[in-house]
């Protein structure tokens, strides 16, 4: 059982690379079960929250009902509050990847707000004044720089903190017949993944060059890490491994019912609930 479990956590070392890989089939077998001896509840984090996510150094963030986006060390210790969340309305995604620069978009006001690790604003960029009419997702460059998919031009974009641009990929409707539109953008280990529930993952390099499609859909909760791409969909969760090119399907325990989402790193799993964020262990 240990090893099922180790199989779908989400780890940070030994990255592999996925160039070359190739689009497989589901696994077709019926899916592995966890168990509730699998995992040891180590705390309870009470509130009503809308957003959650977490970091490389286990640093907990949520972003509440009444609109503060709060940090908690990994003992669950408040660490920072950012109180302007509805400055330009709910926002649509956040971004921790980076624990020195938590980004926070709006894509009604196309507006990107950055925090420090202490949730203080450092700068914000409408996009529409760079000549950046339409966006659905970004995310934090390996270079510290940011990701956007501009879906006016169909591009690949990086830009600096002030909105410059630094490169960009080839016209979209160029390189494929049938033209996605991201949701989520994530930069790891040399590669860029973009994913759009409909179609899949589409992976580029950090020259924009386009590399490869996963046909993966309807995916939720979406993160790459250790050579592997997860997922959930349903009551399901999926552990991609790129080397393998082997889906693995796991059925989620019924004591995590009625989660608002999950998210599996560090050898952790987070379960954020109506009224609670519910963090686990693996034993």
């Known amino acids: 059982m240990k090893q099922f479990i180790f199989n779908i956590i989400i780890c940070l070392s030994a990255l592999q690379s996925c160039a070359g890989a190739k689009p497989v089939a589901a696994n077709p077998a019926a899916p592995a079960s966890l168990s509730n001896d699998s995992f040891k509840l180590e705390k309870i984090i009470p509130g009503n929250f809308t957003i959650m996510d977490v970091d490389i150094l286990n640093n907990v963030y949520l972003v509440t009902t009444g609109n503060q986006l709060k940090k908690y060390n990994p003992a669950g210790d ?28 709006y894509k009604n006001y196309a507006t990107v707000v950055m925090l420090d690790r202490l949730l203080s604003q450092r700068n914000s960029i409408n996009f529409r004044e760079k000549n950046i009419f339409s966006v659905k997702a970004i995310a934090t460059s390996y270079d510290n720089n940011i990701w956007v998919f501009d879906e006016q031009d169909y591009k690949l974009k990086k830009i600096d903190e002030e909105g410059k641009l630094l490169q960009e990929s080839t016209d979209w409707r160029v390189l494929m017949d049938a033209v996605p539109s991201p949701t989520t953008i994530i930069d790891n280990n040399n590669f860029v993944y973009l994913y759009d529930d409909a179609k899949g993952f589409y992976i580029f390099d950090y020259y924009g060059t386009y590399k490869n499609n996963l046909p993966f859909l309807g995916w939720k909760n979406i993160a790459v890490a250790a050579g ?33 989402s999950i998210k599996a790193i560090n050898g952790k799993v987070y379960v954020l609930k109506e009224d609670a964020l519910e963090i686990y262990s693996v034993l």
């Open 78 to 105: 408040s660490m920072a509050v950012f109180n302007d969340v509805k400055k330009y309305g709910n926002p649509t995604l956040m971004d921790v990847s980076n624990p020195l620069k938590v980004l926070l978009y």
């Open 228 to 260: 592997k791409i997860t997922g959930l969909q349903k009551n399901q969760l999926h552990s991609y491994i790129i080397e393998s090119l082997n889906d693995k399907t796991y059925t989620i325990p019924s004591f995590f019912k009625n989660y608002l």
